[in-house]
């Protein structure tokens, strides 16, 4: 018997169909591809929004010019500069009789406002082993008589020359 061939014979364009649709889908799949990068990565497809290089700028900048200061000159008597005079009333602090504070007694009302509530005085000797001459820490009212030479320390009260 002779064979039969049941198959249908393919036509010849569907012969050339097969090459048209794997090139279709190797260009779908690289297409996928670069729209994945391309969603991933913006830009880095782009040569023209690429990023650049930061630049660097220097600015110079004027230093601010320095305050003027003016320091009054002390009064002049006689062409001679004249010379402070010691005080008659002070407060916390060591003074030299005779030249930061004038000789004399002194009193005060007590313990200065805000204070601990006491006042200290004391009269120093300028050299010597003891130099205390006299001293008295009071919650009340105080005197001392300074003399040229030594030193009155005073703390928590103001004297007043009498």
């Avoid at 064979?3 to 090459?19: E, I, L």
């Avoid at 690429?50 to 002390?74: F, H, M, N, R, S």
């Amino acid at each position: 018997m002779p064979s039969t061939n049941w198959s249908p014979t393919p036509h010849a364009s569907s012969r050339n169909a097969f090459p048209l649709l794997a090139g279709l889908a190797v260009a779908l799949t690289l297409g996928a591809g670069v729209g994945v990068v391309a969603a991933t990565h913006p830009g880095s497809l782009d040569a023209a929004t690429a990023p650049t290089a930061p630049a660097t700028v220097t600015v110079t900048a004027e230093a601010a010019p320095a305050p003027t200061v003016t320091v009054p000159a002390p009064p002049v008597i006689s062409g001679r500069a004249a010379v402070a005079t010691p005080a008659d009333r002070f407060a916390d602090g060591t003074y030299l009789v005779g030249t930061e504070i004038e000789a004399g007694s002194y009193s005060s009302p007590g313990p200065a406002p805000g204070g601990n509530g006491h006042c200290y005085w004391a009269r120093l000797r300028a050299v010597g082993a003891s130099k205390i001459v006299a001293d008295q820490l009071t919650t009340g009212v105080a005197r001392f008589t300074a003399r040229k030479g030594e030193y009155v320390q005073v703390a928590g009260c103001e004297f007043v020359q009498e």
